[in-house]
């Protein structure tokens, strides 16, 4: 049953209009009536009443005031206007507030139910899109689990390409944490149990990995089959790839419900590590063959990828290395060049040992950067002698600490090479700019003239301009024309039209406001004052 709060100041009316329905009987309770605004709209507050009749003249606080109050505290309030004044007036101000319907006094009763059954219509209507809504979002949120494993299994299995994960993981808020990834598939022993246990035990075995404090916002998670639990792992941070013992902690967790059952353990699988979350069907595979090639190792234990598949540096681990550190330099990320050589090299000493193979992999790396480097600084590649000399810097190092740090230290050098190139291009664009207004200052100069002459868009040169100089675009160039019209009016007879004109003003009126708003007086006083500071 609906609320229903009525409010006149004329007892007489309110009594009438009390007694004028049976309200029960169309659905409403009549929760309050009040003699006034202040009354009524305490009233509403109270019982967030879905209905509210009132008056529109009252003392202290009119119809429309109480109206305007109850649509802000309580838009979902049907408002009802009664009045003994069939002015336009009124009803445009009560339409203007979203009123559902205007009344004239003495109101019948026929006209009276008729339009509080319309409003009555109306909360209902509203009521059921607001259940619906919430109804839709609930399920929505309820499905949301399935939805998410069902994406991930997907695109790890190959019936979806990953881009379509990458473009959702926001909308299904999975949570894959920092590269580098690793996929670890857990295949869970064949048993005779029934449906229902074996659901159990599948769910038991997410709830424990789920609960993993170390985990926590850095996996995504899937059943690909039955009996195969695969996790797609990223790094705590992007300074702190994921330790072999995590991995191995991560293992024993998976196994423990099936200690003391006289089960056989699952087999654990782990791919190698990848930069790049559109690689992770590649890397799934990796993980399905160390599981397919368990006999290697002991039962129970962790299979790693690079265990049992012969340890080689994979050319499409380092292809995506190179990929990410062209477009950091590119940018001049210095700080993320470092984060990525660090996490590559960690990976990359694990697949094969330290020694020439792993040299001739960062000395690879090193120039891609400075190639890179060398187009975006807007300099020539040393060509064929580059190969020599890195290739003859990063032999001498011995130790791993030593290649990395040299490593990094010279994309640094290469991504700040880039940077510091841009931020000349943009100051000298700046300072074009800036010579073409004072020397063509009395044009009727635009941002789009330079941005056309650039082949940029007027929004980053004013950009650039604002940056450079501390000034938009046009204020520079009313500055500018401002201390020329300055000094024609202090040294010259001109008179003040042709200074206007001369200094790129077409309108005399309008530049008198400009000059006075720059200067505080007008071209007149100025001149006057410069006169008498000369005698």
């Known amino acids: ?150 994406y991930v299994a997907d695109a790890l299995t190959g019936r979806m390409p990953t881009s379509q994960l990458l473009e959702k993981v926001e909308y299904l808020q999975l949570q894959p944490g920092f590269p580098p990834w690793q996929v670890l598939l857990i295949k869970l022993p064949s048993v005779k149990q029934s449906t229902e246990d074996q659901e159990l035990d599948r769910v038991a075995l997410v709830q424990t990995l789920v609960a993993l404090e170390s985990l926590r916002g850095r996996f995504m998670h899937a059943w690909t089959s039955e009996s195969e639990l695969a996790l797609v792992i990223g790094s705590a941070s992007p300074e702190r790839p994921t330790q072999p013992q995590e991995l191995e902690e991560l293992s024993q967790h998976a196994m423990w419900r099936y200690r003391g059952r006289g089960l056989a353990h699952p087999l654990v699988g782990v ?13 799934f595979v990796q993980a399905e063959e160390a599981v397919t090639l368990h006999l290697a190792v002991e039962p129970g234990q962790l299979i790693r990828h690079s265990d049992v598949v012969t340890a080689a540096l994979d050319p499409l681990f380092y292809d995506e290395t190179e990929s990410e550190l062209v477009k950091l330099v590119q940018t001049g990320n210095a700080p993320e060049c470092s984060t990525l050589i660090r996490s590559w090299y960690f990976s990359a000493s694990r697949q094969t040992p330290e020694g020439t193979v792993l040299k001739s992999w960062v000395a690879s790396l090193l120039l891609a950067a400075q190639r890179t480097a060398a187009r975006f600084a807007g300099e020539s590649f040393p060509g064929g002698p580059a190969l020599s000399l890195t290739w003859q810097a990063v032999s001498t190092l011995d130790s791993g600490d030593d290649l990395v740090h040299y490593a990094v230290s010279r994309c640094q050098e290469f991504a700040l090479a880039v940077a510091a190139a841009a931020e000349n291009r943009t100051s000298s664009l700046a300072r074009r700019i800036k010579l073409a207004i004072e020397e063509r200052y009395a044009e009727n100069l635009t941002l789009a003239e330079f941005a056309d002459l650039e082949n940029l868009t007027p929004y980053y040169i004013g950009t650039v301009f604002r940056r450079e100089f501390g000034l938009t675009f046009s204020d520079f160039l009313t500055r500018t024309r401002m201390n020329q019209a300055r000094d024609l009016v202090a040294a010259t007879s001109m008179k003040t039209q042709e200074i206007a004109a001369l200094v790129g003003f077409s309108n005399v009126s309008y530049f008198c406001s400009v000059f006075r708003n720059h200067f505080g007086v007008s071209p007149t006083r100025l001149r006057d004052s410069s006169a008498r500071i000369e005698t």
């Open 1 to 150: 049953m609906l609320s229903l709060v009525i409010v006149d100041d004329e007892m007489d009316h309110l009594s009438a209009i009390k007694s004028l329905v049976d309200w029960p009987s169309i659905g409403l309770k009549l929760v309050a009536t009040a003699s006034d605004g202040r009354e009524g709209l305490a009233a509403v507050r109270r019982h967030q009443a879905d209905i509210l009749i009132a008056d529109i003249h009252m003392p202290q606080m009119t119809g429309l005031e109480l109206a305007e109050a109850v649509r802000k505290e309580c838009p979902h309030t049907k408002v009802i206007f009664l009045s003994g004044h069939d002015e336009f007036e009124y009803i445009r101000s009560a339409l203007r507030i979203s009123a559902h319907d205007y009344l004239l006094k003495p109101v019948s009763a026929e006209n009276l139910i008729s339009t509080v059954r319309s409003a009555a219509s109306s909360r209902w209507q509203a009521l059921h899109a607001a259940e619906t809504e919430t109804l839709a979002r609930q399920r929505l949120a309820d499905s949301f689990p399935l939805l998410r494993e069902r």
């Open 271 to 283: 791919s190698r590590e990848v930069l790049a979350l559109d690689n992770l069907r590649a890397a």
